[in-house]
Each structure stands twice: as C-alpha cells, then as structure tokens.
C-alpha cells in the first residue's frame, strides 16, 4: 500500500513538473514548450519588429539676391542753349539803286551817276535824299563801286588845282570825295553837292561807313 502512494505522488509530481516547465519531449505545433503564449508572441526567439522612420531631408531656402544697388544714369535735364538768332539783313529801299548800302547795318551812302542822285541811308533805309549831285567830267570818271569812308575834313584845299576850296569834304577813295561844289559844273572826280547837302553828308557820314557809286 506505501507503495502504490508513493508511486502515485512521484506520478503527480511529475505531471506538475511538465506543465510549469515545459520539461520532457518537446511537442510538436507551433505552440512547441506548452504553456501559455504572451499575447503577439510567436514560438522561439520573439521577433523585434524595427520600424525606422525615414530620413527627413530638410530643403534650406535660397536667399533672396540682394537687391541692386547700381543708380541708374542720371538723365541730364539742361536744356541746351539755343543759338542766338541772327540779326535780320535790313530791308533795302526800292527806290535806292544800291545794294551794298542798303545791306549795311549802319550808316552808309549811295550815289547813282547816271540819275544824278545821292542819298543817305541807316540800316537799309533812307533818311535823307534824294539829292541832286555832279560826278566828274569825261577823263575825270566818278570811280565806282563799293568803297568806305576814309577821312573828313571840314575845308579841304585842292592842291592840284590851285588851292581850290572844298568845304565839308568826305574822302571815299584817294583823292575824290563828296563836298560843296556846283551842280551845273562836273568835277575832276568828285561829288558835287549843294552847301546844305554837303553838310548833311559831312556831319552824318563817319569812318568807315559805306559808300557805293554805281554807273
């Protein structure tokens, strides 16, 4: 009888033994070593599942570019001078035969010998004449063209005619001027003219001022 209890004790015991542990053969089963299973946990080595975020790849922004510091070139505002206008040419007088004189921006004088006229003009028009006149005789021709006044002189003696007066005399040209002298006579060369018109001449002509005789 002590036997058979002890027999039955080691039985027990071993049964206790193999459920714990999960000593002796091996099982076959996914469930291998019996016993409970943590929840999620396979038979052997439990599995690590690693999940490895991917790496993030951070952009850096460019920067912006710098703004431009060039200044534009300046535009230049002066307004440029404009070119002082020239004076008009003076309108010539149609009743003067001289173009010369009429062009002159001063005082200058006309003699027409074929008309037997003389006149004074300032800035191309006349402001004395016409006047009556004498140029000299044949072989003592009147010179022509455009000449200016060379010197006065209020009395000139002729020295190649025996002194002869010349009042108010104004040179044009070596040796022939206007001055007083007779309008029924013709002269050696010069321009005969009354006294008064003589006097308008001398006091109003200066040097350098035009003269021009045409034929």
Known sequence: MKRLLAG?????????????????????G?????????A??????????STTAAPTTTTSAKPAPAPSTTKPAPTSTT????PKPKPA???????????AAAAA????????????????LQGGKVVYGPVPMLPGRKGYATPTGTFHVLSKEKVHLSKEFDNAPMP??????PGDAFHTGSLSVYSHG????????????????????????VP
Do not use: E, M
């Open 30 to 38: 996914p469930n291998a070593g019996g016993g409970a299973v943590a």
């Open 89 to 99: 040419a003076p309108a010539s007088d149609p009743g003067v035969p001289c173009a």
């Open 190 to 213: 010069c321009i005969h003219l009354s006294a008064g018109a003589s006097l308008k001449f001398f006091n109003t002509l200066h040097v350098g001022d035009v003269v021009q005789v």
């Open 8 to 28: 039955a004790a080691a039985l027990a015991t071993a049964f206790v033994l193999a459920a714990c542990s999960g000593g002796g053969t091996a099982p076959s």
């Open 168 to 173: 108010n005399s104004v040179f044009f040209y």
């Open 105 to 120: 921006s001063g005082t200058a004088a006309c003699v027409d010998i074929s008309a037997h006229k003389a006149w004074i």
């Open 40 to 49: 999620g946990a396979g038979g052997g080595a439990p599995t690590t599942s």
């Open 79 to 82: 307004a440029k001078p404009k």
